[in-house]
């Protein structure tokens, strides 16, 4: 753990104060040049499991979406490239392009006539395919065998996972995603499936992707774009020049052919510092996207660069913690 991460674990009061030291220069630049602040959510469903905290319920959601209506001016990217940003504005976003954003999330959308970006992983759509982080979930939390211990076969060398207890089972989940994120996707696939197999487990359908049907449904009612994803949601980091290429490509074009239309919004998987790097941002910008968003917190200026643009992750918070959460995200430039 690094000096930065290690004060944000061990001192989470400090980030309250940081806050308070720079908010008087913060809300100057915020008077000079005027903030987007993009936020991000993910899945919008009533779920057992949440290790993650990237599920809002649809309850919650339609709180959240009616605040945003009352109090802030809601834009899309079309806005952010032509357009000058004359008030507070935000941008909603949604990651991984989860079945739930078409059957929960945009009748909300629908009802407030408010504009969203879903970005979209296309490998699992026409499927029932599950992205890796759903299924290991039901592998230790779902699986009616497992009872004491699971181990992992990871080139030649054996990880076990202690799982006796309720507490212990979750970090153990915590670390078997740690160790997965490092494989490339057929690898972590191929070890997934052998779970699968030998517990005799099935994709939960709830965990899917958009339908193509689905999909061309959200984009004519013309309040969502749909960005691109990757094909199999990888850390792009890890994988060489060309995979990254082919994953970030891929995606585009099957989108493209799908929906008719040009496909230049694009976010990356995860998002965070070990996920992508500047030469992933240059593959972006080489294949012709206009901005690419990452998962770091931060306001949107007019100097933000247009392929790294930050955004707010969304939890599922009340109605009067969502109003409190906006208000701070002010702060942060």
């Known amino acids: 753990m690094d000096f930065k991460n290690y ?24 008077i000079i040049d005027k903030p987007v602040v993009i936020l991000l959510y993910h899945r919008i469903n009533n779920v057992n499991y949440d290790l993650f905290n990237i599920n809002v319920t649809p309850d919650n959601f339609d709180k959240h979406i009616k605040h ?45 006539n408010i504009p969203a970006t879903i970005f979209v992983t296309t490998s699992g759509i026409d499927s029932i395919k599950e992205f890796w982080w759903d299924r290991l979930e039901t592998i230790f939390f779902k699986n009616q065998k497992l009872f004491d ?11 076990l996972f202690d799982v006796s207890s309720k507490l212990v089972r979750q970090k153990s989940f915590y670390a078997a995603h740690k160790l997965l994120f490092n494989l490339k996707p057929d690898y972590r696939d191929q070890i997934l499936n052998n779970f699968y197999d030998k517990y005799s487990l099935e994709p939960n359908i709830e965990n899917r992707t958009m339908s193509s049907s689905e999909l061309l449904e959200i984009y004519n009612s013309k309040l969502i774009t749909i960005g691109a994803h990757t094909i199999n949601h990888p850390a792009l980091k890890l994988l060489s020049y060309n995979e990254q290429y082919n994953e ?16 230049d919004l694009f976010a990356y998987p995860f998002g965070h ?34 392929f790294s643009l930050p955004r707010f992750g969304v939890e599922n918070w009340s109605e009067m913690e969502f109003h409190k959460q906006m208000k701070l995200v002010w702060f942060e430039n």
């Open 273 to 306: 510092k070990h996920s992508f790097d500047k030469v992933t941002e240059e593959i972006v910008e080489a294949l012709g996207f206009s901005f690419s968003v990452s998962t770091n917190r931060a306001q949107v200026h007019t100097n933000t660069n247009c």
């Open 149 to 159: 211990s699971i181990s992992f076969d990871i080139f030649n060398q054996t990880y």
């Open 7 to 30: 004060i944000k674990a061990k001192m989470p009061w400090t980030r309250s104060i940081y806050r308070k030291r720079k908010a008087p220069f913060n809300l100057i630049h915020n």
């Open 248 to 263: 970030i490509q891929s995606s585009k074009l099957f989108l493209e052919k799908l929906l008719g239309t040009n496909i």
């Open 68 to 112: 945003l209506k009352e109090q802030y001016n809601v834009i899309s990217f079309e806005d952010l490239k032509y357009k000058s940003i004359k008030e507070l504005s935000v941008i909603i976003t949604f990651d991984d392009g989860y079945f739930d954003n078409y059957k929960n999330a945009f009748p909300i959308l629908k009802k407030y």
